[in-house]
């Protein structure tokens, strides 16, 4: 076994494992956002390359769109009859519900949350905390604009009707 353990930390084959070692990725280089745009120079064969990875992203892509229409409409029905599970269960104080089936057990769990903190929301905390709506208004735009501006790279797909 240790033999075992001292090849795979060499990286030699050996006669449990007959697999190459591969070297790691090289690390990628450190540039600045706006500098990775027009970074990679062209080269022979690209645009076949292109039409390709074109051809492979688009067919992916309606996949995974046609899967995420179907996750939402099953997480509609998922949450329809959640809804009337917990009205059931809430209406005839039931905490529990053994199920036969699976053996496994429905469980009614109630737990507090914060509500999600909005714009609004902020400026009206703000507003009650500082008993100024200038000042809160003067934090909300301080944070604004210094909050930091992210850039994010996509690509989109459109019909051509």
């Given at each position: ?15 449990f494992f007959d697999l190459p070692t591969i070297a790691p990725p090289p690390a990628p280089p450190q540039q600045p956002v706006e500098d990775t745009l027009d970074a990679p120079k062209p080269q022979p064969g690209d645009m076949d390359t292109m039409k390709q990875a ?108």
């Amino acid at each position: 076994m240790e033999q075992l353990l001292e090849s795979a930390k060499s990286g030699a084959p050996n006669e449990f494992f007959d697999l190459p070692t591969i070297a790691p990725p090289p690390a990628p280089p450190q540039q600045p956002v706006e500098d990775t745009l027009d970074a990679p120079k062209p080269q022979p064969g690209d645009m076949d390359t292109m039409k390709q990875a074109i051809i492979e992203w688009k067919k992916i892509k309606s996949e995974m769109d046609e899967a995420k229409a179907i996750i939402k409409r099953r997480s509609k029905e998922l949450k329809m009859y959640e809804a009337v599970i917990l009205r059931v269960m809430k209406a005839h104080n039931i905490g529990a519900l053994d199920l036969n089936s699976s053996g496994g057990r429905i469980l009614f769990k109630r737990k507090k949350c914060k509500a999600s903190g909005g714009a609004k929301k902020l400026q009206q905390l703000l507003t009650e905390y500082t008993k100024s709506e200038q000042e809160a208004n003067k934090i909300i735009s301080f944070i604004n604009e210094h909050a930091e501006v992210v850039i994010k790279e996509s690509l989109g797909y459109e019909d051509a009707e």
